[in-house]
């Protein structure tokens, strides 16, 4: 508890205890000291030449011929929950197939070995400029910034909503208050930095500090809407 073994983590951390992969909620076991940036909601994407020309066509083949649209996540991870919560939202279900990072997932559907995959807009935005790959639909509430003409898919008539990564310092549980406090007015100010504002944004994300009581109940409010 001497404030020198901190990880900087994101909100994956709580969904793993509801996918079985900890035996435990972390703000249980650790104090969540201050959150620091969310990423702009991700984008289902297929490749270019795909026959699921719109987020309507690629549901009616889930419905339709259950077990065969293939998607890539790592299981028991955010990437398998996101999936699952889109096969509920959808009523039909998927081929998972185990890619465990973002690039293995993007070499699968360049591959054709997946039919579709959850990704960063920015990035997707790279293949898509490429010719390689083509946005279906954004999954947050609201349309993702950097592709506003990108409709959701609540607006397109699935109640499918993702939230995306909130990413956050934690310590220990009986981490004292005032390492707390001292550490946390560094991220706010490092938060508050505008060109560490600008870094976030190339890479989807945006700021939002939120200090300890804030962040624990955010990732407490996070976990219970799972």
Not at 16 to 29: K, Q
Not at 53 to 70: F, G, H, S, Y
């Amino acid at each position: 508890s001497d404030g020198y073994t901190l990880m900087y983590y994101h909100n994956s951390l709580f969904t793993a205890y509801v996918t079985g992969a900890l035996d435990y909620i972390a703000s249980d076991e650790m104090t969540v000291m201050s959150t620091t940036c969310r990423d702009y909601p991700n984008a289902i994407v297929v490749r270019a030449d795909s026959a699921y020309q719109t987020l309507e066509d690629l549901v009616n083949a889930i419905r339709e011929n259950p077990k065969t649209v293939r998607i890539g996540v790592e299981t028991g991870a955010g990437s398998w929950l996101m999936a699952k919560l889109f096969e509920n939202a959808v009523g039909g279900e998927l081929k998972y197939l185990d890619y465990g990072t973002d690039s293995e997932r993007v070499t699968g559907l360049l591959g054709n070995m997946l039919d579709f995959i959850f990704l960063s807009v920015s990035t997707a935005q790279q293949y898509e400029e490429n010719g390689d790959f083509r946005m279906l639909s954004a999954v947050g509430e609201t349309r993702n910034p950097l592709a506003p003409d990108l409709p959701t898919c609540q607006e397109q008539g699935i109640d499918f909503v993702w939230g995306g990564q909130i990413m956050a310092w934690f310590g220990q549980k009986d981490l004292p208050a005032d390492i707390i406090e001292t550490f946390n007015a560094a991220v706010e100010k490092a938060c508050n930095d505008p060109e560490v504002q600008e870094k976030l944004e190339n890479l989807s994300f945006y700021a939002s500090y939120e200090d300890t009581d804030a962040a624990t109940k955010t990732m407490n409010d996070w976990l219970e809407s799972l």
